[in-house]
């Protein structure tokens, strides 16, 4: 398994479709998913509509439970978890259940000025249909990352289990770096 990780607008989305089609990885997006659980008008539907309009993180309890019925039903199994774990809490959650069941090679992280992602998301948002690509939700998505995030990032750094990417670049650039991770995995 590998964790993608990088600011909202960062590109792990994708790089991550580039991963499956070189190399046949299965790509799980977190935040994806939850769009997917909300859509359901499950019990917890509304709770995650919310969270998701304000950037905030989702309980992670739900996510970890999505993210595990995704990978049993999938055939392959190298996995890129992408924005996920998003917060400390997303990290404690996912190794209280997992422990060490799944290898995890690294942590992907893809690095951004705020600048940069604010000109993408914006851009995005006349096409994505998203209800946080809006400059209120991305301001409060970008201090998330920083006060939730980072300190996963760090985490990982300490573990000497990151590999950071500068994704300033062009996509095709940044694909260039990143299928050099992938080649002999
Ligand atoms: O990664 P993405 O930008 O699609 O995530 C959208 C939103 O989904 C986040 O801003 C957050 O509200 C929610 N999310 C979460 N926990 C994650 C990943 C995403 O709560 N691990
Ligand atoms: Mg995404």
Redesign the pocket.
């Known amino acids: 398994m590998v964790f993608v990780l990088g600011g909202?607008g960062a590109g792990?989305g994708t790089q991550c479709t580039n991963i499956v089609k070189e190399f046949g990885w299965c790509h799980l997006?977190?935040?994806?998913l939850?769009?997917a659980e909300r859509a359901t008008g499950s019990a917890n539907a509304e709770l995650i509509n919310t969270?998701?309009r304000?950037?905030?993180?989702?309980p992670v309890e739900i996510?970890v439970k999505l993210l595990l019925a995704a990978m049993e039903k999938s055939e392959t199994k190298k996995f890129l978890i992408?924005?996920?774990?998003?917060?400390l809490n997303?990290y404690e959650g996912w190794y209280d259940v997992v422990g060490d069941d799944v290898h995890v090679a690294f942590c992907l992280f893809f690095e951004c000025p705020e600048e940069e992602l604010e000109r993408r998301l914006l851009a995005r948002a006349q096409s994505s249909g998203r209800d946080?690509d809006n400059i209120e939700s991305i301001r409060k998505?970008f201090k998330?990352f920083i006060e939730e995030t980072m300190p996963v990032i760090d985490k990982f750094k300490a573990k000497d289990q990151l590999k950071l990417i500068s994704s300033v670049q062009s996509i095709e650039e940044v694909w260039g770096q990143t299928k050099l991770l992938f080649k002999d995995l």
Do not use: C, H, M, Q
């Open positions: 909202p792990k997006s977190a935040g994806d939850l769009r969270y998701i304000e950037g905030k993180i989702v996510t992408d924005g996920f774990p998003r917060s997303n946080d998505r998330i």
